[in-house]
């Protein structure tokens, strides 16, 4: 029997046991009435009513969580997987982002990178409209020194509803390749109504700018 359960048991059965001593009592108080019984004698009697069986089971919030916990805002950038890449020097690597429009409009959407190494790497399309419902890659490149002495670090920024960001790693080894990696992002807004909504006042979804297009800043 799970712990829940057995809670669930002891606490049907203390109310079991206040409603019985409640009408235990009110009997004794019409019975007293009845036979024009001294009241004293009644309080007494009710002083006498066993209480030990009245105790609701206590109930630890270590070992019982209430799911009372409030999760990141949705409009907080999700954090995608690092990918993790060992080239040989001279190497070129790819990462591709396959990116879902969740949604039943076209949606613009772009991709920005920064970090340290920002500027070796190089991505293809900077932004793109996506259908309804369709996929467009976005291809990102980078090429390893000859030398094979540096490792390069940079975040990938896709931003269309919402925004995700994906952390590229990259280093040179002997027994590497020019390898290629991709990733799904799935961009779609959280149309649930949560009870912790009201604590946020940003959209969990980045409405669609006039001009059409996606601001994009490059890092």
Known sequence: MSTQQTMTDQTTAALDAVV??????????????????????????????????????QVSLGTQPCGCAIPDACFLPEKLPTVTAHGCPGATMTLRLVVTNEWPASRFVAVRVT????????????????????????????????????????????????????????????????????VAVLDEPDTVHHWY???????????????????????
């Open 115 to 182: 970090g340290p190494d920002a500027g070796a790497v190089t991505v293809t399309p900077v932004q793109q409209q996506i259908g309804p419902y369709e996929t467009s890659t976005f291809t990102a490149t980078v090429h390893l020194p000859d030398d094979g002495s540096e490792s390069l670090s940079a975040l990938l920024w896709v931003r269309g509803c919402r925004d995700h960001v994906v952390r590229w790693e990259v280093s040179s080894s002997d027994g590497g390749c020019a390898c290629v990696h991709e």
């Open 20 to 57: 019985g001593a409640g009408l235990k009592l009110g009997r004794s108080m019409l019975d007293a009435m009845r036979s024009s019984t001294p009241v004293s004698d009644v309080v007494a009697a009710a002083g006498k009513v066993d209480t030990s069986g009245l105790r609701l089971p």
């Open 197 to 219: 909504d009201h604590f946020y006042k940003e959209p969990c979804c980045r409405p669609q700018p006039r001009q059409g297009r996606v601001p994009v800043v490059h890092g």
